[in-house]
């Protein structure tokens, strides 16, 4: 099970959205032209796309079953959200 501390601990949860902004910011010129969504594993490093969230997630939680990451809308990336893999 995920640690839940991410979403309620507000000084964690800021550190990870700024890892992963970072991250995205460092993918920019990767995911030109891409559509849909991103999903970035902010330790790693790694991330996934899909055409929907839903297509992101199964990507992602292949080989992150369970974990937190960041989703973010590739054409706007200030759409994003700190979410567990399902």
């Known amino acids: 099970m995920a640690d839940i501390s991410l979403w309620n601990n507000k000084s964690v949860r800021a550190d990870f959205e700024t890892r992963a902004k970072k991250r995205l910011k460092e993918l920019s010129s990767?995911?030109?032209g891409l559509a849909g969504v991103?999903?970035?594993?902010p330790d790693s490093g790694d991330f996934f796309t899909?055409?929907?969230?839903?297509?992101?997630?199964?990507?992602?939680?292949?080989?992150?079953?369970?974990?937190?990451?960041y989703f973010a809308r590739l054409d706007n990336p200030e759409e994003a959200?700190?979410?567990?893999?399902?």
């Open 30 to 32: 990767e995911t030109v």
């Open 38 to 41: 991103i999903a970035i594993e």
């Open 50 to 69: 899909g055409q929907t969230l839903g297509k992101a997630n199964d990507a992602a939680y292949v080989k992150y079953p369970d974990r937190w990451l």
């Open 81 to 86: 959200i700190a979410l567990i893999t399902w």
